[in-house]
Each structure stands twice: as C-alpha cells, then as structure tokens.
C-alpha cells in the first residue's frame, strides 16, 4: 500500500465517536507525524470534502477555525454504502453456502416492530413444506429464527409484547409467558435457538443471531428442514458453520465485536478472516 495513502487513512481512522475534532498539533502528535507532513494529507482530504475545518465567529464574521471534523462526502458514501450493502445482499451467498453443504432450507429474519418477517430464504433440492416464504411474518415468541430475535431484545421489552394473546400455530406452539422465558434464557445462554413443530407441523428450525453496527440483534439466520433431517442430537453438526456465517454477516453490517458464540475468531482490526 502508498505510504501516502497508508498515513491518510491512519489519520482519517481517528475521528470517532468519542473523538469527532481535532486540532492540526493533536493529530500530528497522535499520528506521530510532522506538522508538515500531516498538514500536506489534510489539505488532499479537505480539498475533496472528506474532511472540513469547523467554522467559528471572528470579529463578528464566521471563518474556518483550526478544528478538523468529517466532511460531507464521508455521508454521500455512507448513504450509498448503506443502500449497497442491504442484508439480503450480504447474507445470500452465505446462505447459499450452507444450502449447498446440509441440503437443507436457510432462512433470514428480521424484526419488523412486534413480529418476524422472512426476509430471504434458499430452499433445498428435498421437497420439505416449511412454514416460510419470503415476505410472510411470525409472531416473535414462535419459530426458532423469530423466537432468537425475541431473545436478545430488552427484557421490557419482551414484557410488553408478550401481553399479548398467544396464537398456536402447531402441537408445539410455547403456550405461556413462563415457557417462552425459559426458551428465551436458554438461547441468549447457548447463542441458538431450536424449534419443532412450532409453526409447521413436522419442521425443525435452529438459528443463531446477527448483530448490527450497535450490538443489537437485528436479523437471525437458520438451517430449517424436517425432524428427521435435523434431530435435536445431531445440532452440533450444524451449529459451528451456522455461527461463522452469522459472524461474518455480523462483521460486514457493521458489528466490531468478537461473535460471543461458538469457536469462530475474526480478527477485525487487522481485517483478516480465519
């Protein structure tokens, strides 16, 4: 990599949250590198709107201060990032990935205010009714994808909307709060979720969780097939490959922390995936 480009992006990485301005001297300090040197990168960077100086009031007029902040440019990109990089997009090659290697159905959910929705599916070759279809929502305390996003919401939260009347979809719909709560702690202890007969007789569903940019459970993700395909016993065969997949799908929308489940490691600093 240009040594240019290296040094410009060391300094575009300090500009944070906790951090949005800074001054000419704190950054060459920071950065470790000349005045002049670090002068010279700013200019590039303002004269393309990746960078601005704050304004400040002067003898009763506004001038550029000696203050650097996020240009407006970083938000043109960041609009068109957000509208590249939509889940569906993200997650359907992994999706993929795991149909190919379990012929079984996947699944993605996300959260729409009180219910799941299916959001993306890929079927397998086996002809297997399942409840789903892209586009068709779930009550959140049902299904195992539905049911993860329903764990890792705010406790209040999971109150409130399990005030509401319980619908039985099939035999083993949970039927009261106290179930759904056992099933709920047991998935934010074990990091999956896994269902029988809960909106479809005769299926089997286990997802795991996304997080987001905020560390928030946005989306699930889930291998979802028949009993016979996917018995209870055999959930260690799909579990490790199903929590890579939510880790890197995590990682591309945003989340920096380690995935908390399974064995997978992402070294996200450095960039790199083992």
């Not at 040197?37 to 100086?53: A, C, D, S």
Request: with cysteine; aromatic share 10%.
């Amino acid at each position: 990599m240009s040594k240019t480009i290296e040094k410009g992006l060391q300094l575009m990485e300090l500009f944070r949250e906790e951090k949005p301005t800074w001054r000419l001297d704190e950054i060459a300090s920071k950065a470790q590198m000349s005045k002049s040197t670090t002068l010279r990168i700013l200019r590039i960077f303002l004269e393309f709107g990746y960078l601005q100086r704050i304004m400040v009031e002067k003898n009763g007029a506004l001038v550029e201060g000696e203050t650097y902040s996020l240009g407006w440019k970083l938000l043109q990109l960041g609009d068109i990032a957000a509208s590249t990089f939509e889940i569906r997009t993200i997650a359907l090659p992994y999706m993929k990935l795991l149909q190919q290697e379990f012929n079984e159905a996947v699944q993605l959910v996300a959260r729409e205010e009180d219910q799941a929705i299916y959001i993306e599916k890929v079927n397998s070759t086996r002809p297997v009714r399942l409840y789903t279809r892209v586009g068709r929502t779930a009550p959140l305390y049902a299904g195992a994808c539905p049911r993860t996003l329903l764990a890792f919401m705010d406790d209040l939260q999971v109150e409130q909307l399990l005030e509401a009347p319980i619908t039985l979809y099939a035999n083993n719909t949970p039927k009261t709060k106290e179930e759904i709560w056992a099933y709920i702690k047991e998935t934010r202890e074990n990091g999956f979720s896994y269902s029988i007969s809960e909106l479809e007789e005769g299926t089997v569903s286990i997802a795991v969780p996304i997080f987001n940019r905020n560390n928030e459970v946005e989306f699930s993700i889930s291998i979802a097939g028949i009993i016979q395909s996917l018995p209870k016993e055999n959930m260690h065969l799909f579990l490790p490959k199903l929590w890579e997949s939510a880790a890197l799908i995590s990682a591309k929308i945003g989340y920096s922390q380690p995935y908390p489940y399974g064995e997978y490691i992402q070294q996200i600093d450095k960039g790199e995936e083992k």
